[in-house]
């Protein structure tokens, strides 16, 4: 699975971490994150990450 990095801030969703804190299990897809979830960094939208090239 592709991880996704925040433009702002530069953290990094791993799909094999979630982001339990906000209820994002492990094993979630970025593409099944809901719409609403924001990163537990910066605080901007889903629309503010990219795919990250390994």
Same mark, same amino acid.
């Given at each position: 699975?592709?991880?996704?990095? *925040? #433009?702002? *801030?530069?953290? #990094? ?10 209820? #994002? ?7 099944? #994150?809901?719409?609403?979830?924001? *990163? ?15």
């Amino acid at each position: 699975m592709k991880k996704y990095r *925040c #433009i702002v *801030c530069e953290w #990094i969703y791993d799909p094999a971490l979630g982001d339990p804190d906000s209820g #994002i299990v492990p094993g979630t897809p970025f593409e099944e #994150i809901p719409d609403s979830w924001t *990163c537990p960094v910066c605080g901007v939208g889903k629309e503010n990450f990219e795919p990250l090239e390994e």
